[in-house]
């Protein structure tokens, strides 16, 4: 069983940048793909960027979201067991609560909701204009 706890959510202005933490607990989340998603008022929850171990040397792939390219860095600390996002340049439209997820699949389809096992309990996330 894998517990995460986000952090690092709250109100930034436009062009603002703010770094989500995604703390794990109970398992090494290096064992897992991990993503984050988000979901504003009325709406779904959507994929935002994901992580996932390919091997011991080529390391961590990462995907993102088209509308968060370039903007947003999803990575890694083992040794903290922690998985970050790294939000620069945000927007009005950024504004959602942000989750973090887990998933033992490294075959899942790392966009899909329903792929992923764990999740977190949400960081809002609002930028103002």
């Known amino acids: 069983q894998v517990r995460l706890v986000e952090s690092g959510g709250g109100l930034v202005q436009a062009g603002g940048s703010l770094r989500l933490s995604c703390a794990g607990s109970?398992?090494?989340?290096?064992?897992?793909?991990m993503g984050w998603f988000r979901q504003a008022p009325g709406k779904e929850r959507d994929f935002v960027a994901g992580?996932?171990?390919?091997?011991?040397?080529?390391?961590?792939?990462?995907y993102y979201t088209d509308s968060v390219k370039d903007r947003f860095t999803i990575s890694r600390d083992n040794a903290k067991n922690t998985v970050y996002l790294q939000m620069n340049s945000l927007k009005p439209e950024d504004t959602a609560v942000y989750y973090c997820a887990a998933t033992a699949n490294n075959y899942a389809d790392y966009r899909a909701v329903n792929d992923y096992d764990f999740w977190g309990q949400g960081t809002q996330v609002t930028v103002s204009s």
């Open positions: 109970g398992r090494a989340l290096i064992r897992y793909s």
């Open positions: 992580i996932r171990f390919i091997s011991s040397r080529s390391g961590d792939r990462t």
